[in-house]
């Protein structure tokens, strides 16, 4: 079982539409979570970190936890075409070497069509 | 807020040399930082964390011999893929401190 999982897309929305990103991960110890954009050929950039259940707002992103469902997701409001790009959860992570670390999903490839 | 320098943006080798890339933590002193790897359409994979003043611990699967980590100061870490081959190319980025800043990644190359 891959320790964060989301759904490789791409996902299309049209422009103006809540975008809808979700995301699985197995440890139930984990406590931080964090939204990343990235472009092509770029490296990620930090959209929103998530440490508590329920919903957390900035702009037009909202983060949503479930630490019982073990589930993270994120909602785009009024999608433009600049949000296309691939979204990766990333989670703190317990390793098999005994620390913690960022583990990273495989990415949602996000489309907002004009 | 926290800024992260990696240099250089891009590099081509020949297969069997070695390359450098540094990663600065500008404007905050770091004794913590992360080296990932990504392959085409792949997610981040983390290699290794970088410690200030002591060893780097590595991911299963990286081979501290090729991938040399050496992070001498508070603001400086350096990965050097040594004996570079065609399969190590790739996107390697570093982040510093908390490790949830990016910098801004190197395109490897090796011909």
């Known amino acids: 079982q891959k320790e964060v999982e989301q759904n490789s897309g791409p996902l299309s929305v049209p422009e103006g539409a809540i975008a809808s990103l979700n995301c699985t991960y197995s440890d139930r110890g984990s406590q931080s979570f964090f939204w990343y954009r990235q472009y092509s050929g770029k490296s990620p950039e930090l959209i929103m970190s998530i440490y508590s259940n329920g919903d957390k707002e900035d702009g037009r992103f909202t983060a949503q936890l479930n630490k019982a469902s073990q589930y993270v997701s994120l909602l785009i409001r009024d999608s433009q075409p600049s949000d296309s790009a691939t979204y990766l959860c990333a989670v703190n992570i317990h390793l098999d070497t005994g620390r913690r670390a960022l583990t990273f999903g495989s990415g949602t490839r996000l489309q907002v069509q004009p | ?111």
């Open chain 2, 1 to 111: 807020g926290a800024v992260v320098s990696q240099h250089p943006s891009w590099v081509i080798c020949k297969s069997g040399t070695s390359v450098k890339i540094e990663c600065r933590s500008l404007d905050f002193q770091a004794t913590t930082m992360f080296w990932y790897r990504q392959f085409p359409k792949q997610s981040l994979m983390l290699m290794a964390t970088s410690n200030e003043g002591s060893k780097a611990t590595y991911e299963q699967g990286v081979e501290k011999d090729k991938f040399l980590i050496n992070h001498a100061s508070l603001t400086l870490s350096t990965l050097t893929v040594t004996s570079a081959h065609p399969e190590d190319s790739s996107f390697y980025i570093c982040s510093a401190g908390s490790g949830y800043t990016f910098g801004s990644g190197t395109r490897l190359t090796v011909v």
